[in-house]
């Protein structure tokens, strides 16, 4: 399987440049999310210290001052200009109103408008809905958080139907519901409207725990995973497929539809290929619709079909996973002559072969491309034996993944970590493994009163290289009553590791960003599902060694030490681009790097069924 990543070793030759394939953004990115705020007169209920409405405040107050300095969040209430009086029904139902547009977040004017709000009015949550949505961008992703007491008052429209809707006009929205003491009839309302984009619904049963449930999810909202690279379209046939050089791009792909992409490799290298897609969460996918497959393939400089053919399954895509499929290309490498030998233009295909049941007709591909030099020494040989795991000391230390790849959360090497995961996310993070380095880590899903079997789901950690290939995985039942570990462990990073019989220590070879991807699926048939509390521990072992010795005599360049990019990469569908992954991009004589990130979301045939 496979994923995302940074291509780390690659050496220039003696006078190093650094190809500018990859565009570098001056700050992560974040999925622009609507803050929907009930403020109907059953708001102004007592609750503990004060009103219900106080409590919510105190909520966004507090997600307010954690939420990131770079993100985009906007604030819509309803309620708040007429009386709940059935004399003032007509304009009630009309009382909707933007506060705060999605745009930087501005905390003291967010927090101030939260303030000003006065809870007096009606419910009229599906019109708030279809405002708080035209008020987001009209491309790319986009959250909607709505935190209601009781269900719509004003319909039609019904709030539900205004959610499929939305969905079904193919907009990337995701909403997600908390209900605040809320009633079973709000309970199945807000629900649906969670489940029809493939968000979340939340519980919060008194103010207390929507002060702890209003940032997890706020903050869940803002990670959603947002495709980036340098624009791309890849072509029906080969002949006249775009020439893809190093970097990341960004392309679209349809279900069943094939996209060749040409790419020239030197003499002596090894060419990486990877693609990328994530699927739209889904509730209730039975899973015998629930999966998807990406194929990968490798062509000649005359078309001839060179006997590769890489294919990833993935069997619950309605947990929003992201499937990659990866192949290491190393026919330019070889000595004898042929099309699909030496040094050439080379196409890859990448295709689109299974979909699960309700996903969209096209979905975001990201492509990333690297070309690695030949070596004179490889270095030290495989150690086919895992490192083992030390419990790291020390006090946990708070982090918040990322929603993709490109954002994925820094790991300061060994140490405790802790974050809150949602039903239905899949989060990422980073950690640097330099040559002679192995990782350990384990994952605890920590309690959270779940009701046992009713509420199980699946819960999964996997790892990747620096090429995005998967390295390993592992999964197990969930149900939050009791805290549940899973536990990986590789080889130390070697470059003859490529040569090793084990397929999985193969793909310990490039020194680099490693990526920790953990989710919590979406229970089956179950309304809820509590915030998981989840702790990442983490052990580095091993010291730095010498690397290989690459031809023309350079030193590693890792893909975060790249020069920043004179083009502007973007995220899918016209939004502003996060960082792409660092790729591999030393270039030496005729030495190219070149990584492709396309659609597919990884699948594992091997496992998670």
């Known amino acids: 399987m496979s994923r995302f990543t940074t291509l780390a070793a690659v050496l220039a030759a003696a006078a190093l440049s650094l190809l500018p394939a990859v565009a570098q953004a001056d700050t992560p990115q974040y999925t622009p999310t609507m803050l929907i705020l009930d403020a109907s007169g059953s708001m102004e209920r007592p609750d503990q210290g004060g009103t219900m409405m106080d409590a919510a405040k105190r909520a966004v107050r507090s997600f307010v001052a954690s939420a990131p300095a770079e993100s985009s969040v906007g604030l819509t209430t309803y309620g708040t200009g007429t009386s709940n009086d059935e004399a003032d029904k007509t304009a009630g139902c009309h009382d909707v109103q933007v506060l705060r547009q999605p745009d930087r977040i501005d905390k003291p004017a967010l927090t101030a408008a939260v303030d000003g709000i006065t809870a007096r009015g009606w419910t009229p949550m599906g019109t708030a809905l279809r405002q708080a949505a035209a008020a987001l961008p009209a491309q790319g992703p986009r959250s909607i958080v709505l935190v209601s007491d009781g269900d719509d008052t004003c319909a039609p429209p019904d709030p539900c139907e205004v959610a499929a809707e939305l969905k079904q006009q193919g907009v990337d929205l995701v909403v997600h519901t908390i209900g605040f003491a809320v009633d079973e009839k709000a309970r199945a309302q807000l629900t649906c409207m969670a489940q029809a984009t493939g968000g979340t619904y939340s519980d919060a049963a008194d103010g207390a725990a929507l002060e702890r449930v209003l940032p997890r999810v706020s903050s869940a909202a803002l990670r959603d995973y947002q495709a980036t690279g340098t624009p791309i379209t890849g072509t029906a046939e080969y002949r006249t497929a775009p020439v893809a050089t190093p970097g990341q791009y960004l392309d679209t792909i349809g279900q069943r539809e094939k996209r060749f992409y040409a790419v020239d490799v030197p003499a002596g290298a090894t060419a990486y290929f990877t693609g990328i897609v994530s699927f739209p969460r889904a509730a209730d996918v039975s899973i015998t619709d629930d999966m998807a497959a990406m194929d990968l393939r490798v ?311």
């Open 299 to 609: 062509y000649g400089r005359d078309g001839t079909d060179c006997g590769v053919r890489e294919r990833e399954l993935e069997t619950r895509t309605s947990d929003g996973v992201a499937l990659t499929v990866s192949h290491t290309f190393e026919g330019a490498a070889a000595t004898e002559s042929g099309p699909c030998k030496g040094a050439g233009r080379y196409y890859f295909e990448l295709a689109w072969d299974l979909a699960p049941q309700g996903a969209p007709e096209r979905l975001p591909v990201e492509l990333l491309v690297g070309i690695e030099p030949g070596v004179t020494d490889p270095g030290p040989a495989p150690v086919e034996a895992p490192v083992a795991f030390t419990d790291p000391a020390g006090a946990p230390e708070p982090i918040s993944g990322g929603g993709s790849f490109t954002v994925a959360a820094e790991l300061d090497g060994s140490g405790k970590y802790t974050d809150t995961v949602q039903s239905g996310e899949y989060v990422f993070y980073k950690v640097r493994l330099d040559w002679g380095q192995g990782l350990a880590y384990r994952v605890r899903f920590g309690e959270t009163g779940g009701a046992g079997y009713t509420s199980a789901t699946n819960v999964e950690t996997t790892l990747y290289s620096p090429l995005g290939r998967e390295i390993d995985a592992d999964t197990t039942a969930y149900t939050g009553r009791t805290s549940t570990d899973l536990t990986l462990s590789t080889v130390p990073v070697r470059y003859a590791n490529r040569d090793a019989n084990d397929s999985e220590v193969r793909r310990l070879s490039v020194a680099g960003w490693h990526y920790l991807a953990v989710k919590v699926g979406l229970p089956s048939g179950a309304t809820t599902m509590p915030p998981t509390p989840v702790e990442l521990d983490v052990a580095v072992v091993g010291d730095k060694e010498a690397g290989p010795v690459y031809v023309g005599g350079g030193g590693d360049v890792l893909g975060e030490q790249n020069g920043p990019s004179t083009e502007k990469a973007v995220a899918v569908e016209g939004s502003d681009a996060g960082t792409p992954w660092p790729v591999f991009a030393g270039i030496g004589v005729g030495v190219i790097a070149l990584v492709g990130i396309g659609a597919a979301i990884w699948a594992l045939a091997r496992r998670r069924a």
